[in-house]
């Protein structure tokens, strides 16, 4: 996703990616030492000049102001289990945007009525949770997609199967018309996204669409109310 939107907001744009230290840990396990900077290989070799890194923690991610969106890529749920203070987090989301500003979540969605409780076993959420944490803190929802939904999935078994990795029925949020075409298409071609954490799309010298992305499928994309 992070790629995807650097190519959406072109060389006027700039998205920031933010990774905590568990996550950053977490992919220097996984690549036995290789990979230190997860947004490295982005900025560095493939010369991603619009992509700003930044290493916060998610209960103070240290954003810039007036961000026209934000991005939350199969990350809510783990906030939820590892205790990152989701409530903090979205708090700060939300002063971050703009008036008017778009904050999409993607995650794995759990079976509806399973709350929070597939967090840690089966790393899924349920829908309607995500939606009343993140109000909480003075969104709106603007719209719900299932662009990423499959219906074959069960919704009740782990993520991370043989059988069911990169076919999870996933609540989308997106907006920014400029990105929907472009990260349609990554869907179609990849396995799997082309970058996993918290992507922001920040344009000063324009204001976000009011265009929804989503049109054919599920998920969750909160506006931030204008004041």
């Known amino acids: 996703f992070t790629a995807a939107l650097a190519e959406a907001v072109g060389d006027s744009g700039k998205v920031y990616g933010q990774n905590n230290k568990d996550f950053r840990d977490f992919i220097e396990k996984e690549s036995k030492g290789a990979i230190k900077r997860p947004l490295g290989g982005l900025i560095e070799k493939q010369g991603y000049k619009n992509i700003v890194e930044i290493n ?7 954003l810039p102001d007036g961000l026209d969106a934000v991005f939350s890529v199969m990350i809510y749920h783990d906030a939820v289990d590892e205790n990152w203070n989701p409530p903090a987090m979205t708090a700060a989301v939300f002063k971050a945007l703009k008036p008017g500003g778009i904050y999409g979540i993607i995650d794995h969605r759990a079976a509806p009525g399973a709350g929070i409780s597939d967090v840690g076993k089966n790393h899924r959420i349920e829908e309607q949770s995500v939606v009343d944490g993140v109000k909480k803190a003075g969104f709106r929802l603007a719209e719900r997609t299932d662009a990423l ?4 999935d069960p919704l009740t078994v782990p993520v991370f199967g043989a059988d069911i990795r990169d076919l ?4 989308r949020g997106l907006n920014l018309t400029e990105a929907e075409a472009l990260l349609r298409q990554a869907y179609r071609t990849l396995d799997k996204p082309i970058s996993t ?3 922001r799309d920040s344009r000063p010298s324009s204001p976000p669409r009011e265009n929804s992305a989503a049109r054919e499928t599920a998920s969750t994309h909160f506006r931030r109310s204008r004041e």
Do not use: H, Y
């Open 197 to 199: 954490e918290k992507c």
């Open 56 to 62: 916060s923690e998610m209960d103070d991610p240290k």
């Open 149 to 152: 939904a499959n219906p074959k």
């Open 168 to 171: 999870i029925n996933r609540a």
